[in-house]
């Protein structure tokens, strides 16, 4: 069984529930897939077991079933960005991600993402992503290839044992003493896709050097010690130093605006480097992208 050009496999534990179905478990746990689209998904052979073996429609619903299912969106369009493969092994893959990539599916996005584009080019299913940067972002992204040495490398991230270094150009802020220390709490905005500063407990934190003073930009280096959403933009935003062609901060544009895919200007932020000690084997590994702002 294989997807098409424009599909992805995803899996699911089915959740907790009354249903009488898989098919009425999927209809109420993603709401915005209509009940004839996954009614079309089941003929064609898009929805299966553990096994990969197609499900009917009518198959009963039982609690922690795993599933497989293909995410598919009608007339994708192409990104015309390229990613770099730096590493290959039994257990890692680490790639160079472009600008305007996502890492994984999401809304529009299923095909032109990184995790399908690596499944692809390298054939290996079991490919999942370590950790995430935003789609506008470009840089290094860490994947697991193989399953039972996961959780391993997962921990790095989730025991902040892994150092993440970025770059970024954003305005000059001749008033403040570097390097400095960000420390903010971090809550979702209006709306939820941007992130704001709030009163209250530090839950986000970001170390900010200066690499190049130029006029009227300068080079930054940023070491984010916590992984929020939006958490070097947000940080670099409130010091009055919004980053290039960031189209939410510090002025959130009109949703049109905002959306407007504008390939001649790219987010000026790069995953530079990530170093760890390697859960399996000891040894001290040291990652930079080939790409630059």
Same mark, same amino acid.
């Given at each position: 069984m294989s997807a098409s050009p424009h599909a992805v496999r995803s899996t699911l534990h089915l959740p907790r529930g009354d249903w009488a179905t898989v098919l009425d478990c999927l209809c109420a746990h993603f709401p915005a897939i209509d009940r004839v689209t996954w009614l079309d998904r089941f003929a064609r052979?898009?929805? =299966?077991?553990?096994?990969?073996?197609?499900?009917?429609?009518?198959? !009963? *619903?039982?609690?922690?079933?795993?599933?497989? *299912?293909?995410? &598919?969106?009608?007339?994708?369009?192409?990104?015309?960005?390229?990613?770099?493969? =730096? %590493?290959?092994?039994?257990?890692?893959?680490?790639?160079?991600?472009? %600008?305007?990539? !996502?890492?994984?599916?999401?809304?529009? *996005?299923?095909? &032109?993402t990184l995790l399908a584009r690596l499944i692809e080019r390298l054939g290996n299913p079991d490919l999942a992503p370590l950790h995430r940067i935003d789609r506008l972002t470009a840089g290094l992204v860490l994947f697991s290839a193989n399953p039972k040495s996961r959780g391993r490398y997962q921990a790095l991230f989730r025991e902040r044992r892994i150092h993440k270094t970025y770059e970024a150009l954003a305005l000059a802020l001749p008033g403040l003493e570097f390097p400095l220390l960000r420390r903010t709490r971090l809550v979702e905005g209006d709306p939820f896709i941007v992130m704001t500063e709030a009163e209250g407990t530090p839950n986000s934190e970001t170390r900010i050097e200066v690499l190049e003073r130029g006029d009227p930009f300068w080079r930054y280096r940023l070491h984010p010690v916590t992984g929020k959403r939006h958490q070097l933009r947000v940080h670099m935003a409130a010091l009055g130093a919004g980053l290039c062609n960031d189209p939410l901060y510090p002025l959130l544009l009109e949703r049109e605006v905002r959306e407007r895919i504008d390939y001649d200007r790219p987010l000026k932020l790069l995953a530079r480097a990530l170093e760890f000690d390697d859960p399996l084997t000891g040894e001290r590994r040291r990652f930079e992208s080939r790409l630059s702002l």
């Open positions: 052979g898009r929805v =299966l077991d553990a096994g990969g073996r197609p499900l009917a429609a009518t198959h !009963p *619903y039982r609690e922690g079933l795993r599933i497989h *299912y293909f995410r &598919e969106v009608p007339n994708e369009q192409p990104i015309p960005f390229q990613e770099q493969l =730096l %590493h290959l092994d039994e257990h890692l893959v680490v790639a160079d991600k472009p %600008h305007f990539l !996502p890492v994984q599916p999401s809304g529009g *996005y299923v095909r &032109e």
